[in-house]
């Protein structure tokens, strides 16, 4: 069983800054491929960045590229993502994602079998 704790969620303005991390638990953390999702009210949850269990491999979404970067500490069991130059339409609830024993960069939210609670990030006008 894995456990996903996503902190750093809040209220910024336009063209602010926001850092996600995401904590988890589990001796092999540095074989889990993790992702991060974002879910906005009455839309579907959706991807939003990936990074391979090494961290050498990401991939983004269209609409957050060059303004987002996911990274990963791997001595410290966690995952971030860096927001920049935020926009109004990037506020939902984001979502950490984890899928043990793989060395793949995964990019479907149906292929992670454990998800975090979720943190709010609101962008105001």
């Known amino acids: 069983q894995v456990q996903l704790v996503e902190s750093g969620g809040g209220l910024v303005q336009a063209g602010g800054s926001l850092r996600l991390s995401c904590a988890a638990s589990g001796r092999t953390f540095s074989s889990y491929a993790m992702g991060w999702f974002r879910q906005a009210p009455g839309k579907e949850r959706e991807f939003v960045a990936a990074?391979?269990?090494?961290?050498?491999?990401?991939y983004y979404t269209d609409s957050v590229k060059g303004r987002f970067t996911i990274s990963r500490d791997n001595a410290e069991n966690t995952v971030y993502l860096q927001m920049n130059s935020l926009k109004t339409e990037d506020t939902a609830v984001y979502y950490c994602?984890?899928?043990?024993?793989?060395?793949?960069?995964?990019?479907?939210?149906?292929?992670?079998?454990?998800w975090g609670q979720g943190t709010q990030v609101t962008v105001s006008s």
């Open positions: 990074i391979s269990w090494s961290g050498a491999r990401t």
């Open positions: 994602a984890a899928q043990k024993l793989t060395t793949a960069l995964l990019t479907h939210r149906n292929e992670y079998d454990y």
